[in-house]
């Protein structure tokens, strides 16, 4: 083992003008993949961020997408950045889970109002049908019956 580290000693220790980019990287993506619960150890400071700028919202302006999107892309961006800081793709499960809890936190009262669509009463919606039909087979009734007098008169 001995010597194949005097072969290669570059595989053993970084060139060294990478040591000091390695010593200010606190939050390096790991080599061997997504580090989860490093990221479930940060996103919380996204959600606190996120908490503080939506406490400049009055409460009853939270459901008014306008009135925070920066605050959310912000919101959006540093959970993005946080994932891929440990190695992680985004989105994933534990992240999406994350928001979804902050949805619940601050917009837990809006709802989308969606209008209740039903029937008209049978007594509308059978002369609907029926008199397009109707008018249907009587213009093509006079079609057929107006081109077969012509016939006759040349």
Not at 36 to 53: H, I, K, Q, V
Not at 123 to 143: N, Q, S
């Amino acid at each position: 083992m001995e010597a194949r580290a005097r072969r290669r000693p570059h595989l053993l220790t970084p060139p060294p003008l990478l040591l000091p980019l390695l010593l200010l990287c606190g939050e390096c993506s790991p080599v061997g993949g997504c580090n989860e619960t490093r990221m479930l150890e940060l996103l919380p400071w996204c959600g606190e961020a996120f908490a503080n700028m939506m406490h400049k919202v009055e409460v009853w302006k939270r459901c008014n997408l306008s009135e925070f999107i920066m605050y959310y892309e912000s919101f959006t961006n540093c959970t993005e950045s946080k994932a891929r800081v440990v190695g992680c793709y985004w989105p994933n499960h534990l992240a999406q889970g994350f928001v979804t809890d902050v949805h619940r936190w601050f917009f837990h009262n809006c709802t989308v109002d969606r209008p209740h669509w039903e029937d008209p009463p049978d007594e509308i919606l059978i002369p609907l049908i029926v008199v397009p039909i109707l008018l249907t087979l009587a213009m093509t009734g006079l079609v057929v019956w107006h081109s077969k007098r012509t016939d006759r008169l040349l």
